[in-house]
Each structure stands twice: as structure tokens, then as C-alpha cells.
């Protein structure tokens, strides 16, 4: 019998933005916490009595979220968040340095409101660095952090792996990583306290061991040229015979041995001579021929269940089409007492590993568009029994307080 999401109870304010912070409110959502977009009002559209419905905004990390559209330029606006901010466990500001205070909404006035507030700051340079005004891209992050330098092929240049390091992995789960410490530590002290993260600091971070490996014999040469940047021929990836590809690993010399077994390859001296950086361009060679000779289902047959480290290259597409794939996305972590929510369909008595719940929209694969405004006011219902004229009204398209409401 599981219990529910280890983050049920805590009540998220997130402004709106674009990938690591809402991502950093997704897990917490996917969690347990019920979070609340703050989205920008569009007058006579937002929060009105029209039919349409407003436009959706480019943030699909929506899964678990509700909206309310406010606008933050007016005074009633702001005074409508600070009537939120006592109720709420957490704040996400993905906003630039200095934007939440010009806006009068600084660390200041939120603890002041709450002591116990955490408000998790998202930038992408440092806050103060030399960088620190200007504006920029993950590609910005995590060329000016080092990590970037580190990433692509002999004689190429750097190659950026998506936004999937600076945005995402050094961006918001650094942040939601900051916002779990700062709640353990509030079980402590009773207070909240600012959570500032960068992606500059989380990818440069994530790249410790890399970066401490460059000081060694793996990793000192040029990048594209070491044994886990392309430069090795066991630690590589190789194009089979219908335009697929296979990722070998084999780093150890059983596991290599393995390999040279399930190539066809024994008896070649490659496995004596495999230290010997000079052999590397020819064995990498012979490797690409070899897997040349074969298309991936055939290599697939031959590795399978062995020790070789040699598996597919699977795309998302196959994997979200081909069951047998294994591509049903889950949680990223198995809390076995208390699981996260589950995102692909699935009974509701399945495994802890799989998530709990009915699983989302989507599976994890396609994003719920949530346009401002949805949902929001009964989140708000739900958080502190609040009604649309009773305790809370619209102007221009943005909740504001109602004068005589008791907030």
C-alpha cells in the first residue's frame, strides 16, 4: 500500500516562464505539490466572461499546474500576490536579476509577508558575474561555465547538446535541488530563506568529474581526442548497415573482450595492443566497417544479454510506438513508500517504479498547453476556499483582492 507524493501539501507560486523555471516546478508538481502559474493578464480575455478561450502560452511543463492571469504592472495586481504569498510553501522567480523587485516583490517583502516563504531564483549567468546583465541562451550558459568546451569531435567545434544541460539539468533541477535543501532546512529553523540558482554554476557543477579527469591521462588531450569524448574507439558510437547506429561503452578489458567477440574480430591482437593510442585510428576504422556489415536489429541479436556494454541508438519516435522498446516514461526516481505520479497510463495498482495515479495527457511525450487563467481559480478554491466575488475579483483581465475581503 503507498502512501501519496512525498511534496503533498505544499503550495507552489510560479511566474511564468520559459524551461528550467517551470521545470523546476514540474517536479515539483509531479511530486505532490499544488502549484499555481502566475501568468501575465490579457484584458478581456483572461479570467472574462467571453467564449474563447486565451492564447496558450509556449510552456508545455504543464502537467499537474493551474494558471491565474495578473497583472503585475498595476498595483492591485501585485497587492493580489502579496494576499497569496502568507498561504504558499514556495515561490519560482525565472524573471532576470532585479525584475521581481522592480516589481515589488523582492526577497524583502515575500519573507516579510511570510518567514517562512522559499523563494527559488532562477538565472542563467550568475547574479554577480560579469555577465550578469546581459541576456542569453543555455549555448551562453554553458559555453561561458566550461562544460560546453568539453563536448564534440576531433577537429570540430564544440557541439551543444540541445538545452538539455544549462536549461534543464544545471537549470532546473539544480533549482528544485535547492528548494528541497532549503525545505529540510526549514523543518530546523522554522524560516525560509532564498534559493538562488545559475545555470553557469549548476552545468559547471554537473561537469566536477570531467573537469578533475582533464588533469589526468583520460581526459588531458585536446577535446575529441580522449576516452570519453569520441576519441576512443570503444566509447563511441558506430553506423550500421541501414543507417542506424550502436553505442558502444566497452571501457573495461572484459567488457571489451566481449566486444571483440560479438564483432568477429578475435585473433587480431586488437585486445593486447588496446592502451596503444596509435592503434586507435585504425581500430576505429575497423569498427566502423564492421558495424557497417550489419543493420542494427542483427547487432541488437548478437549483443543482447551479454557484457559487451554494446546497445541500440533509439530515437524518441521508436520509442514512444514500439512497445516492446520499453519507452514508457516514468519518474525519475523509485520512491517505493511514497511514488511520484505516474505519467503513462497503467493500472492504478502498478508497480512504485512506474509511478502512482492514472498517468498524464501525453505520457510524457506530448505537453498539455495550459493557457492563462485555467484552472486557477479552482486551485485557489481548493487552497483557501476563495470565490470570484466574494473574495477576489477581475480587472482588466487579472484577479485582484476585493476590498472587503478578509485576507
Excluded at 535547492?178 to 557543477?205: C, P, T, W
Aim: charge should be neutral; include cysteine; hydrophobic fraction near 35%.
Amino acid at each position: 500500500m503507498t502512501s501519496p507524493p512525498p511534496l503533498m501539501g505544499l503550495r507552489v507560486l510560479e511566474f511564468a516562464g520559459l524551461a528550467p523555471g517551470p521545470f523546476a516546478g514540474l517536479l515539483l508538481a509531479d511530486n505532490g505539490a499544488s502549484v499555481l502559474r502566475i501568468d501575465r493578464s490579457i484584458p478581456n480575455v483572461t479570467h472574462s466572461t467571453s467564449s474563447s478561450l486565451p492564447p496558450v502560452t509556449g510552456d508545455l511543463l504543464t502537467r499537474f499546474k493551474a494558471s491565474i492571469a495578473v497583472d503585475l504592472k498595476s498595483a492591485s495586481g501585485v497587492e493580489f500576490v502579496k494576499s497569496l504569498v502568507p498561504h504558499a510553501d514556495i515561490v519560482i522567480d525565472p524573471f532576470r536579476p532585479g525584475v521581481l523587485e522592480k516589481l515589488g516583490l523582492g526577497p524583502d517583502v515575500l519573507l516579510g509577508l511570510n518567514e517562512r516563504i522559499i523563494l527559488g531564483r532562477m538565472t542563467g549567468f550568475r547574479r554577480d558575474g560579469k555577465y550578469k546583465d546581459m541576456a542569453g541562451h543555455d549555448i551562453n550558459y554553458i559555453a561561458v561555465s566550461g562544460a560546453l568546451a568539453m563536448l564534440g569531435r576531433k577537429g570540430e567545434k564544440p557541439l551543444p547538446p540541445g538545452n538539455i544541460l544549462g536549461d534543464f539539468a544545471g537549470g532546473g533541477a539544480t533549482l528544485f535541488q535547492g528548494i528541497l535543501l532549503a525545505l529540510l532546512a526549514r523543518e530546523k529553523s522554522g524560516k525560509g530563506q532564498v534559493v538562488e540558482a545559475n545555470m553557469v554554476d549548476g552545468s559547471s557543477y554537473l561537469a566536477t568529474f570531467p573537469r578533475m579527469l582533464m588533469k589526468t591521462p583520460m581526459w588531458e588531450r585536446p577535446r575529441g581526442e580522449n576516452t570519453l569524448d569520441s576519441g576512443c574507439p570503444w566509447y563511441d558510437t558506430y553506423e550500421t548497415k541501414d543507417g542506424k547506429y550502436m553505442a558502444v561503452g566497452a571501457l573495461e578489458p572484459q567488457f571489451f573482450r566481449e566486444l571483440i567477440k560479438g564483432l568477429g574480430l578475435e585473433g587480431r591482437g586488437i585486445q593486447e595492443n588496446r592502451e596503444d593510442r596509435n592503434t586507435w585510428p585504425k581500430v576505429k576504422q575497423l569498427f566502423e566497417q564492421t558495424f557497417k556489415s550489419k543493420i542494427r536489429s542483427e547487432w541488437e541479436k548478437v549483443f543482447d544479454k551479454t557484457d559487451a556494454c554494446c546497445t541500440p541508438v533509439l530515437d524518441y519516435r521508436e520509442l514512444e510506438s514500439d512497445p516492446g522498446r520499453e519507452g514508457d516514461q516514468r519518474p525519475a526516481v523509485t520512491l517505493r513508500a511514497t511514488p511520484s505520479y505516474a505519467l503513462a497510463a497503467g493500472s492504478l495498482s502498478r508497480d512504485p517504479s512506474e509511478g502512482q495515479g492514472p498517468g498524464v495527457e501525453g505520457a510524457s511525450y506530448a505537453g498539455a498547453a495550459l493557457y492563462p487563467g485555467q484552472g486557477g481559480e479552482e486551485m485557489l478554491g481548493q487552497w483557501l476556499g476563495w470565490k470570484r466575488g466574494k473574495n477576489f475579483e477581475f480587472e482588466k483581465g487579472g484577479l485582484v483582492g476585493k476590498s472587503s475581503s478578509k485576507l
